[in-house]
């Protein structure tokens, strides 16, 4: 009779089973991401965050830049809170092995990792971090491959209400009287944040444009932006010269006749996807070609889709870009560790086998 939920609401065998199961391998999977990826080589960025060494060993020591990143990067596997941050690593012992930390530490509290995070930002470490993880995985044998791929997605954050003239003061670059005499009010408020639609939806945030190569699966760079501008404005900082293969697919969003001939021009091979216009549809040929192009350039949705299904979804919860570059900076980086230990793992499962 008891089938997945009993009549009064009990876990039955199945749920709490596949429950163990689903934490098994969270747990799993934190100890190969703890054991496989090279923690120590971002140290010395990390450090930075300090500036000045201490003059005196006296007082409290600075809480270890390494665990606070690597809290960093739990909060971005889970796109938690900072107050739920905290609180999860006091009650999940595996949040606690992963940090190395044991019953009698204390964890780093809210505050500490919000500040950790603003000097990040500020400093503008968190590209630095990126591109020194980008190249140890060059020197492990996972340079860029086979062609890259340029896509975007758009970054929900919390919604402003604000009056229809506050919005047109804020899109002139003003900052509206009212808030300017109430700062409690003016820091709760993203003013550079933007509205776009997307097949007729209204949407509110950043744009988190990406490129990612085609055989690793990798961010290879990446760019953030507020949601108005066009995917196809970025398309210059998003192409990756350190791939062999000048193959670059990306959808009809980044299609250009002029485009096109300045990609030719830079030695690439454009396999973006050709677009219709008002009064000339795409011929049968056309949209054959789209229709391969497909094969490739959806790879990239892999990554937008990890976001959302493995990595507790895209919205952000800072206010401004600054804060919002460096929020995705993290999460773009996070999704590049576990891609690696998924590589890493299954390379040793077919090493295994082939013994």
Request: proline share 4%; aromatic share 10%; net charge neutral.
């Amino acid at each position: 009779m008891m089938q997945g939920m009993s009549a009064m609401g009990q876990p039955g065998f199945w749920d709490l089973e596949a429950r163990h199961e689903k934490l098994t391998q969270q747990r799993d999977f934190l100890i190969r991401l703890n054991t496989l990826v090279p923690w120590e080589t971002f140290r010395p960025l990390l450090q930075q965050v300090h500036g000045k060494p201490r003059k005196s060993r006296a007082g409290r020591k600075p809480t270890d830049v390494l665990l606070l990143f690597k809290m960093l990067v739990l909060q971005k596997l889970h796109n938690i809170s900072d107050a739920e941050l905290e609180y999860q690593v006091n009650d999940r012992l595996s949040f606690m092995q992963f940090l190395g930390l044991g019953l009698e530490d204390v964890v780093p509290d809210a505050t500490t990792v919000w500040s950790f995070r603003e000097q990040l930002g500020n400093q503008g470490l968190v590209e630095a971090l990126f591109e020194t993880f980008e190249s140890y995985l060059q020197q492990a044998g996972y340079q860029a491959q086979d062609g890259q791929i340029i896509d975007a997605t758009l970054i929900p954050v919390p919604k402003q209400r604000n009056r229809r003239e506050e919005n047109q003061q804020i899109k002139r670059g003003e900052v509206p009287l009212a808030w300017s005499q109430q700062p409690p009010k003016q820091s709760q408020k993203d003013v550079d944040a933007r509205w776009t639609k997307k097949n007729g939806q209204s949407y509110y945030g950043y744009k988190n444009h990406i490129n990612r190569d085609v055989r690793y699966g990798f961010v290879r760079r990446y760019v953030v932006t507020d949601a108005s501008v066009h995917d196809s404005q970025v398309l210059g900082a998003l192409l990756d010269v350190d791939n062999p293969d000048d193959r670059i697919w990306a959808d009809s969003a980044y299609y250009a006749e002029a485009r096109e001939a300045v990609l030719e021009w830079m030695g690439f091979e454009s396999h973006i996807h050709e677009r219709a216009y008002r009064n000339h549809p795409l011929t049968e040929e056309q949209q054959a070609a789209n229709r391969q192009r497909s094969q490739t350039r959806a790879k990239v949705e892999h990554v937008f889709g990890c976001f959302v299904t493995e990595m507790g979804g895209k919205l952000v919860r800072s206010i401004g870009q600054l804060r919002a570059q460096a929020n995705l900076g993290l999460k773009n980086l996070t999704y590049n560790l576990k891609r690696f230990v998924f590589l890493q793992t299954q390379s040793a499962q077919t090493a295994a086998m082939a013994e």
